[in-house]
């Protein structure tokens, strides 16, 4: 059987925030859909932050170098390792800082990150606040 659309489980949403009551943020997702927010102590914030190119791009060649040493100490011609490539790397282009409350304002953009299916919830509890960087339009 199919999985129906009915069937994905949705945690996590983005919306325009159209207003912000105490510790309640009212999540605007399109014309016809708006979701409240709940948050407490336990929400965490996240501000990301762009990375110059510069910085950017010295962990991209990192990244390079780390990949080829884990391929030479562990390829040998004819010989199938049964260890899989440990990717404990990860080339992110922002950086987390930690934000608050205060940095969520009316207009921008969040992802809101819940524990539980949301998909049709009209009002959840946000575990996470994901604030992304403005858009730089040149």
């Known amino acids: 059987s199919a999985l129906s659309l009915n069937d994905v489980k ?3 949403l983005s919306g325009t925030v159209k207003a912000i009551n105490g510790s309640t943020i009212i999540l605007k997702i399109n ?7 709940e948050t407490d102590s336990q929400t965490k914030i996240y501000i990301l932050e762009q990375k110059s190119p510069e910085q ?6 990192e ?3 780390k990949t080829q040493e884990q391929n030479n100490g562990r390829l040998t011609p004819g010989k199938i390792s049964g260890a899989p490539l440990v990717s404990n790397l990860s080339l992110e282009a922002f950086t987390k800082k930690i934000g608050s409350l ?5 207009g921008i953009t969040i992802t809101v990150v819940a524990a539980e299916d949301i998909k049709d919830a009209k009002q959840f509890k946000a575990l996470d606040i994901i604030i992304p960087p403005p858009v730089v339009t040149r």
Do not use: G, L
Request: no cysteine; charged share 40%.
């Open 63 to 65: 990244y390079n170098k």
């Open 31 to 37: 014309e016809s859909d708006e979701r409240t927010a």
């Open 10 to 12: 949705i945690n996590s």
């Open 102 to 106: 205060a940095d969520i304002k009316n």
């Open 56 to 61: 950017y791009q010295k962990e991209v060649e």
